[in-house]
C-alpha cells in the first residue's frame, strides 16, 4: 500500500466516522408523545400508555414536568415486592 492509498483511506475512515456521527444524533428534545388530551410537549395534557396508566398534568420538552396525578390501571403489570 503506497502513500496515496493510506491517504485516501485515512480520509474515507474519516468522512464514514463524519456521517455517523450525524446522522446518530437525535433531536435536541425529546419526541412528544401520543397524547389523549393536549399535545404532551409542552402545557397541560393527558397521556395514556398501552397498559392503561394514565398521567394528567404539566408536560415541557415532551416530558413530565411540574404537577400532576398518575392513575395505575388495575390491568397493569406489578413488579413483586
Do not use: H
Not at 500500500?1 to 433531536?27: C, H, N
Not at 395534557?45 to 394514565?54: C, I, L, P
Not at 404539566?58 to 398518575?70: E, I, P, T, V, Y
Request: net charge positive; hydrophobic share 40%; charged share 25%.
Amino acid at each position: 500500500m503506497d502513500i496515496q492509498d493510506e491517504y485516501v483511506l485515512k480520509r474515507g475512515l474519516k468522512i464514514l466516522f463524519l456521517l455517523l456521527v450525524l446522522t446518530s444524533a437525535g433531536p435536541v428534545y425529546a419526541e412528544c408523545v401520543k397524547c389523549i388530551v393536549g399535545d404532551c410537549c409542552n402545557g397541560w395534557s393527558v397521556y395514556e400508555d398501552a397498559d392503561g396508566n394514565r398521567y394528567k398534568g404539566a408536560f415541557r420538552d415532551g416530558r413530565l414536568s411540574g404537577k400532576g396525578n398518575q392513575t395505575v390501571s388495575a390491568a397493569a403489570p406489578r413488579i413483586p415486592a
